[in-house]
């Protein structure tokens, strides 16, 4: 039936005001939340980066484990990083890729904001490269392979990566990994414009240093990098003081030799050093990716068969059960938990803060 104009004149209609809206919206994104710190059971201090502290948790409703990613909004605000958590957040919830950690959910409250993670329970690369010094290089292959699929993956998507390094690479409970920390991602990324200096010193590509524009080039140096880092077990221009370090990285040539006289083949140098040209124009990847797949170092690679990860890992982390946070540094691990769950200002808006808003997230609740 048809309301005439002439009847919804006569209703007595009180107007809303945009402050009744502003408050009906706030009401209806409190009662779509979930998720909040509340929802799990803090389990294990497992690591610590720039802003904040990694946390094994349970969630309690399912009993599932997570990596729980927490990050003080007053060290973001002093640095003024937050639009790099956001994006962070947002690539992440982006990403559909076996070897990315999936984020699951992402909220607030009034001190911190948290990321839901998968869990890798095989700790990182960086701690395992620790404990065995050096790989081989059938095993570092398995290793540096998958990095490849991570990369492809992300520039298809127009993603440079930008903090390619061992430390941000995960072993999962198969012994497979998954690249986690998106902190210096950036998105929409087709050219070589971005002008910051962002990543970690030891994995800068000279255009970095240099400032002349980089682009997704500097994540198949990073590789270059990694590669060489996991056969001699420090990366190719090592040095503590920062200037010789920079200068190294933009004029020397690799050296392929270590106090251990340790042997490597000449296929091994020929990827490491045109993944390390100095020049970004000429490094291999940079025209496409297939020039990595097709490098003879990567002959016996069966492509499909590892990004289907059907070939067995040269290493399954030693996990007791579940739980067990064996595979992380005891520098952490030996943390007390409990210093977080008194975070007594817990609670579940993600409305509180203009900075952040909309920085709730729920996987289950994506638009596929
Ligand atoms: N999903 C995860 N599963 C297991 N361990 C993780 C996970 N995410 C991070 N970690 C551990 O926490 C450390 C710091 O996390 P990261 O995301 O790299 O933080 P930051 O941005 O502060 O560097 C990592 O080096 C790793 O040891
Ligand atoms: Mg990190």
Redesign the pocket.
């Known amino acids: 039936m048809d309301i005439s104009q002439s009847s919804l004149n006569n209703l007595e209609v009180t107007p809303v005001t945009s402050e009744q809206q502003t408050k009906k919206q706030k009401r209806m994104a409190k009662q779509r939340v979930h998720v909040t710190l509340q929802s799990f059971e803090l389990l294990n201090v497992?690591?610590?980066?720039?802003?904040?502290t990694?946390l094994l948790v349970k969630k309690k409703d399912s009993g599932k484990l997570f990596?729980m990613?927490i990050i003080k909004k007053s060290i973001i605000r002093k640095r003024q990083f937050a639009h790099r958590i956001i994006q962070e957040k947002d690539i992440l919830a982006f990403c559909n890729n076996n070897f990315i950690?999936k984020l699951h959910y992402s909220f607030q409250n009034q001190n911190n904001l948290f990321l839901i993670?998968?869990?890798?329970s095989g700790?990182?690369l960086?701690?395992y490269i620790s404990k065995k010094n050096t790989f081989s290089e059938k095993d570092a292959k398995f290793y540096a392979a998958q990095i490849v699929l991570m990369l492809e993956y992300l520039h298809s998507q127009n993603i440079v990566y930008r903090d390619l390094k061992p430390?941000?690479i995960?072993i999962e409970k198969n012994g497979y990994l998954k690249l986690?920390?998106f902190?210096y991602a950036r998105q929409n990324m087709d050219s070589i414009e971005a002008k910051s200096v962002c990543g970690t010193p030891h994995y800068f590509p000279p255009e970095m240093i240099t400032r002349e524009g980089h682009g997704k080039p500097v994540d198949w140096w990073a590789l270059g990098c990694v590669i060489y880092e996991m056969v001699f077990g420090a990366t190719p221009y090592d040095d503590s003081n920062q200037k010789i370090l920079f200068d190294r990285i933009k004029n020397s040539p690799v050296i392929f030799e270590n106090d251990k006289n340790k042997k490597v083949s000449n296929n091994f140098k020929d990827i490491v050093n045109k993944l390390l040209k100095k020049n970004q124009n000429e490094r291999l990847g940079t025209a496409s990716v297939e020039e990595i797949k097709n490098h003879p170092w990567f002959d016996k690679i069966d492509w499909v068969a590892l990004s289907n990860q059907t070939i067995p890992a040269p290493f399954i982390p030693a996990v007791k059960k579940v739980s067990d946070v064996s595979n992380?540094d005891a520098t952490f691990t030996n943390k007390d938990v409990s210093d977080y769950n008194n975070d007594s200002t817990d609670c579940s808006s993600d409305d509180d803060s203009d900075e952040y808003q909309n920085f709730y997230y729920d996987c289950s609740q994506k638009q596929l």
Do not use: M, R, S
């Open positions: 497992i690591g610590e980066g720039k802003f904040g990694v990596a990613k950690t993670l998968d869990y890798c700790g990182d960086f701690n430390e941000n995960l986690g920390d902190g992380f």
